[in-house]
């Protein structure tokens, strides 16, 4: 069974037990791709906070299984940040714990005129008052929940929810977040504090023999698998240093550079000594257990990645790896993206060495100033001084800022940009003005160019196949970190839903997704002069890989665009045209 949706109004306070239909099931598969489906057809409103954006909790057909890092859990909605599709996605357990509170999509409409919380169980839905919860931080939150409701999972905003912060997180186990694009925000605007899900049902799979036994073959291949060592030592952070010294793509000194002088200071090595790393995994991870909990000066935490410690270190330029554990932490704390929150204050770094912010601001928000990034996050949270303007993330905050500070807001179509500099993987900057946003959760082209085996011909059909197969997974969902392809998981999925796919359908299906929520996203007012990168990326020579030494032509660019449109179908404005819809079993918009 992985058809059990749960319709919930909190405006009426109502429920209402679903199904997905199986067609839905089949064209669509599970997590990021059904909870896109349902949003297109749910999704009525004029502005992500209006009380008709949906926000969909979506696990997929193997979460809760036995299959290695298949814990995961998905929130897709109309992102506050970029006003589009969003699935942003989180591991721990509150996935397989919907799953057993006998959900297996939760779609939440409507606004409470008072805080709420949800309490979801086999039985129904309550209705908890959130009035005593309401101005409390993430850890605060979630403590208090799990303690009134034992044995349940809890996700859950922070103040920079509340307070409409459109690159809010939704966190879950403390330090995990739903985190990009603003998930966060939503809730808030909808007056929900938390999701409580509590339940023991078992979780029904087609074949549970056949699951299991796959799920076993691939647990042993994976502690023979070549990449998990390194990738369980090191986690994420490894690539601080491939970044630096080998790919030079480290963002720095908010994407001037691709390199940072003082990064032995936060590279993987730094931060195990400095915060005395022990390895965790998700839920269902065993084996590669790519986390790290940190302790340090009284604190514990999960984390810094290589993401946070990339934007809120070295793109800040901050050298120590407590001052960025510590960022993290608050960024945590309050509920806040760390990537945007990174990119934010990095953008004001900038416009303060221009002299673009108030006179104090100006002086006090330094590249270096941990004292700055600290007190930043809290402002962005609280909305407080130029906080409120960075709240809004950086296109809204270019704007207000004026001054040409729209060439170093690092943004695409209101996401700010994740994983490299473009200035030294011209593929990842193709892949983030082709997504459906711009993250590097769609697709990692860059350690391919690291090591020189793309070549700029082949590079628009890496990126329409890549970003397929990683649509693909995240309807599963598994980990992007399963060193493994889509022949060996299509074998679990079908144990899992006995719709008996091949990797072509699969692959397909990964297909219509992107149509899909490219026909969402123009409905919503993306256009086609979003589809590229801020203008630093153009006008300053690259580091390294395809663009070595040279500037980004902007025709090249354009003209690898429309080659990224042509191969899925679609016109020059990016619109799929009509027979690419009904090749695809689409709905024309
Ligand atoms: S590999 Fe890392 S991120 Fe992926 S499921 Fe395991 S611990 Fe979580």
Redesign the pocket.
Known sequence: MFNRLLRVDLSDQEFKKDRVEEEILRKFIGGKGVGLRLLVEEDTSNDPYDPSNPLIFVTGPLTGSTVQ?S??SAIVTRSALTKTFLDSHA?GHFGPAMRRAGWDYLLIKGASQEPVYLLVTPKGTEFGDAGDLWGLDVFETEKILRKRHGGSRVACIGQAGENLVRFAAVGTELFRHYGRGGAGAVMGSKRLKAVVVEGDEAIGFHDSDGLREQAVGLTRDLKGHPDVERRHELGTMMWIRMGQETGRFLPTRNFQKGSFEQYEGITAEAMKRELNWTSK??YG?GV????KVSRWDGREMEGPEYETTAFLGSGCELKDAREIAEANWLCDKYGLDTISTGVSISFAMEAAEKGLLGLEDNRRIRFGSAEAVHSLIREIAFKEGIGDTLAEGTRIASRRIGGGSDYFAIQTAGMELSGVNPLGSYSMGLALATGDFASHTRLWTATAEMNGELSLEELPRVIVEGQNEINARNCFIV?D?LPYGLDRLVLLLNAATGFEYTPDEIMEAGARMQSLSRMYNLRKGRTHEDDTLPLRFFEEESFAGLMEGKKIPRDLFEKQVQEVFSLRGWDEEGMPRPQTINELGLEPP
Not at 288 to 291: G, Q
């Open positions: 890092t814990g995961r591991g995994g998700c991870c590669i257990m790519c986390s980990c970190f």
